[in-house]
């Protein structure tokens, strides 16, 4: 579990093409298919089918929290614990194939859960998994890509999270209406296996290669699975991650204040979306009919979006395209809270697209340029707490205010969460300011490639 600084710094800063790229973000679109198909399309329909019809939201709520709690003690640890691993196969993938075997067993369980609290404790069991395979794969991206091309490459994670969403809400939805929910869960697990081999196939790790030669892969293995060798090493992790170390590192705290902002804006719009189709803009019944092509827009503004943002980021530097991305996620916010008819808001939908999908790719290049590159995964893990504790934070924080605005006008509430939601985007885009963009992540960059206004040192 330990490596020497050289191990653990060691990485490939040769250029990579958009083949690579393009294999390394394969196990992000296949989680993301996974995730979209089993949380929007199979977990819903399976937890109705055990509990009373009253209580199904709450019982999905139960999971969805308890989920989100072993997401930001687990992802971190995973993290770290690759930043220190030494193994024939590298540090960061013997974790991600681990993780992903274990994932894709429960995967496959679900279709014989015959009760609610064994789906509850499956899926919680799933998360685990997954979380510690996600760790070690965050820190994949600074480990193999040079400085200058992380733009790009976070631009094709942001897409690969978008279009796997899409692709896993759709296709989960045409099983369970075919009646077919095992088939649903088939193809999630068999989406992140594909992804994940041609990730894992295709990233020829250095850092954290053993090195000699004389370590057979099967020998490694069997002293890896010893609990003396891991005993140490997890006491030492759980300390590492949690050390008060972090807070010295301010550019980092203030990024993780801005993504917080952001993603709260956005967790704030999307649970209410339908309310306030249904009230605010009076279509009642018809609601969930136009909900549909409206999300279909932003989706795909933000999918196009995604490579361009990320690559934009070699041009306008990251924290520029990040604070520009809230800024245009604030102006597609207010024009929600006013506008007049469900027509009005296709038109609307194109900024808060644009703000989606170049913020993915933007922040992801931003914090792979703050995070300190021998310990990416542990920084990178941390950041998911943000990412998981945004929701969470903003429907306890949305839901009350439109519960009480609406008491004076029914309706109205639902274009206050959207004002609220501006306000989000103003201070994630007023943090992003406060982040001093590493040098490094200039320096490595062509001269024409180098954010306006950069002159050499």
């Keep these: 579990m330990t490596s020497s600084p050289t191990e653990a710094r060691a990485g490939p800063r ?17 989680l993301s298919i996974t995730w979209g198909s089993l949380t929007t399309i199979v977990l ?13 939201t709450s019982a999905l709520s139960l999971i969805g929290a308890l989920q989100a709690l072993v997401s930001i003690i687990v992802q971190p640890m995973s993290g770290a614990a690759s930043d220190h691993l030494v193994t024939p196969w590298g540090r960061r993938r013997p974790l991600m194939v681990a993780g992903v075997a274990v994932q894709t067993v429960l995967i496959v369980l679900l279709t014989v859960a015959g009760a609610y609290w ?6 919680l069991g799933i998360e685990l998994a997954s979380n510690t395979a996600q ?14 091309e992380r733009g790009l490459a976070s ?33 999630s697990a068999g989406a992140l296996v594909v992804g994940t081999v041609v990730t894992v196939a295709t990233m020829r790790e250095t850092a954290g290669r053993a090195g000699g030669g004389r370590l057979e892969p099967v020998d490694w293995v069997r002293e890896l699975l010893h609990p003396s060798r891991w005993a140490t090493p997890i006491r030492r992790i759980v300390l590492e991650v949690w050390g008060r170390d972090v807070l ?3 550019d980092y705290l203030w990024l993780l204040a801005s993504r917080l902002a952001i993603l ?34 932003v989706a795909l503004v933000a999918l196009v979006s995604a490579v361009p943002g990320g690559a934009m980021t070699a041009h306008w530097g990251r924290v520029r395209t990040v604070a520009l991305s809230a800024a245009s996620g604030l102006v597609g916010a207010l024009l929600f809270a006013v506008a007049p008819n469900y027509p009005s808001l296709f038109l609307i939908a194109i900024p808060f697209g644009l703000a989606l999908g170049v913020f993915l790719s933007a922040d992801w290049a931003l914090l792979t340029d703050v995070a300190p590159l021998d310990q990416a995964g542990r920084y990178l893990g941390l950041s998911n ?21 609406n008491r004076f006008r029914f309706g109205l509430g639902y274009r206050a969460i959207f004002v609220l939601a501006a306000i989000e985007f103003a201070v994630g885009a007023w943090g992003v300011l406060h982040v001093h963009e590493p040098r490094i992540g200039v320096a490595a960059l062509g001269p024409d490639e180098r954010p306006l206004g950069t002159g050499d040192a």
């Design 135 to 148: 760790g070690p794969y965050q820190g994949l991206l600074p480990d193999m890509v040079p400085p200058g």
């Design 14 to 30: 040769t250029g990579m093409g958009l083949r690579d790229l393009g294999a390394m973000s394969a196990y992000w679109f296949g």
């Design 264 to 297: 709260m804006a956005a967790g704030t719009l999307q649970p209410f979306a339908y309310y306030y189709l249904e009230d605010a803009l009076g279509l009642g019944a018809n609601a969930g009919l136009a909900f549909v092509p409206l999300a279909g827009l």
């Design 44 to 56: 819903p329909r399976l937890v109705e089918q055990f509990v009373p019809a009253a209580i199904k």
């Design 248 to 250: 010295e590192h301010r």
């Design 155 to 187: 631009g094709f994670l942001g897409a690969g999270l978008l279009a796997g969403q899409v692709v896993g809400v759709a296709l989960g939805g045409v099983a369970l209406a075919a009646g077919d929910v095992s088939l649903a869960v088939s193809f």
């Design 118 to 123: 064994a789906i509850l404790v499956v899926m």
């Design 385 to 405: 707490t943000v990412t998981a504790g945004a929701g969470f934070l903003a429907v306890a924080l949305g839901g009350p205010i439109a519960d009480l605005v």
